[in-house]
């Protein structure tokens, strides 16, 4: 599809987001995903203790630019980055009860209504 004409004013340019912190995210979020074997755990802590975190590894940062979380061997501002996005994502409004796109599939699969996601040309036309 040829397009000329994109309506986009107004909303957000994530393509000027730098990949560095959405990897920085993924790799905090992989490595919590291992530990607590729950993809949607984040959702039943309390946002102080994400504060907690978030200035734990801002102070061990400052203390020590090159220093790494002892669990994770991940950066110090990896972890900040991760918990600002967690801590965003919560001030959003988004309850923990919320649905991800998966999970609604998941549960309406095993109900006997077998759905997928399509790619999105197909599900266009």
């Known amino acids: 599809?040829?397009?000329?004409?994109?309506?986009?004013?107004?909303?957000?340019?994530?393509?000027?987001?730098?990949?560095?912190?959405?990897?920085?995210?993924?790799?905090?979020?992989?490595?919590?995903?291992?530990?607590?074997?729950?993809?949607?755990?984040?959702?039943?802590?309390?946002?102080?203790?994400?504060?907690?975190?978030?200035?734990?590894?801002?102070?061990?940062?400052?203390?020590?630019?090159?220093?790494?979380?002892?669990?994770s061997g991940l950066s110090h501002l990896k972890h900040i980055a991760c918990n600002v996005a967690f801590l965003l994502e919560m001030e959003k409004g988004r309850s923990k009860d919320d649905l991800t796109l998966n999970q609604l599939i998941q549960a309406l699969n095993q109900v006997g209504l077998e759905m997928q996601v399509l790619p999105k040309e197909v599900a266009a036309e």
């Open 1 to 71: 599809m040829n397009q000329t004409c994109k309506h986009d004013e107004g909303k957000p340019r994530l393509e000027l987001v730098p990949p560095a912190i959405i990897e920085a995210i993924g790799e905090v979020r992989t490595f919590g995903v291992a530990k607590y074997n729950d993809p949607n755990n984040w959702w039943q802590v309390e946002p102080e203790r994400y504060k907690g975190a978030l200035m734990r590894h801002l102070c061990e940062y400052l203390r020590d630019e090159n220093s790494v979380d002892e669990e």
